[in-house]
């Protein structure tokens, strides 16, 4: 398990990237930014974490995307150790939770590294101009879904950043499992 201990860098600017999605096109950062508001997801198919929220994932995404807030989920995860984390498995994990939104694969790692990732599930939220606002959790979730009653911490940080700008000043690290990195050759 691994927590996004580092502090929030606010006005970070979100590192440009160019990756191949599931649907067979190649995404860039200008491709999948919103108006109000871009959504940056690391996730992978077979953590625990990211599987108890992947249908939230979805549905405030949906809601962000009404608000002008748009998304998109990168899987850095070294196949080779994980290959359930395979494209192949993207493409069916993406299918079957119903994305609506851009699932790329970043063979490289060099995008999480420049995000600093460092688990999945971990949000990086940014506002009109790019520049991070929120890094933290989606919800109160962890192995398991909390109750759906539980505060949307995403949802709400987001739309605050759509309507203002400006993210929460509370902000709760995300936990999950940590990114699989590729041995240093």
Known sequence: MAATADPLQRGFAAPDFSLPGVDGRTWSLADV???????????????????AVADRMVRDARELRALGVHAVAISSNDVATYPEDSFDHMKRFSDGHGF??????DESQAVAKAYGAVCTPDFFGFNAALQLQYRGQLDASRKQAAAPDVRRDLFEAMKQIAATGAGP???????????????AA
């Open 100 to 105: 609506a939104f851009p699932y790329l694969y």
């Open 33 to 51: 930014r919103g108006t109000n508001g871009t959504l940056v997801m690391f996730i992978c198919n077979h953590c625990p974490y990211v599987q």
């Open 169 to 183: 000043d509370e902000q709760y690290p995300s936990i999950g499992c940590s990114i699989k990195w590729k041995d």
